[in-house]
Nanobody, 126 residues
Framework: QVQLVESGGGSVQAGGSLRLSCAASGYSVSNGCMAWFRQAPGKEREGVAAIFTTSGSAYYAGSVKGRFTISQDKAKNTLYLQVNSLKPEDTAMYYC???????????????????WGQGTQVTVSS
């Protein structure tokens, strides 16, 4: 049974940083596409960043490029998202997701992913 457990969210002021973690069990982060999505109240879930874990190739949404960094620790079977220079518009529930295979251009689509965590809340105040 696949389980993805996020942690590391919190409340920070604009300009602050957090490191989100996604611990995987029953799923190897060494082979497949893993991603971070976020969803703000009243908005659709959107893809933030993804990584093809086999090669380490990373993909980012334009709104976070240069501020967020996705990475993996294969030994710990854990996915990370370093979020820097946070803005109030980054406030959302952040979710970890996983699926087999290459990320591809559709990595931003939530319906492309089979496995999801429960989310961790990030709140940024101005």
């Amino acid at each position: 049974q696949v389980q993805l457990v996020e942690s590391g969210g919190g409340s920070v002021q604009a300009g602050g940083s957090l490191r989100l973690s996604c611990a995987a069990s029953g799923y190897s982060v060494s082979n497949g596409c893993m991603a971070w999505f976020r969803q703000a109240p009243g908005k659709e879930r959107e893809g933030v960043a993804a990584i093809f874990t086999t090669s380490g190739s990373a993909y980012y949404a334009g709104s976070v490029k240069g501020r967020f960094t996705i990475s993996q620790d294969k030994a710990k079977n854990t996915l990370y998202l370093q979020v820097n220079s946070l803005k109030p518009e980054d406030t959302a529930m952040y979710y970890c997701a996983a699926r087999a295979g290459w990320c591809g251009i559709n990595w931003v689509r939530p319906d492309e992913f089979n496995y999801w965590g429960q989310g961790t809340q990030v709140t940024v105040s101005s």
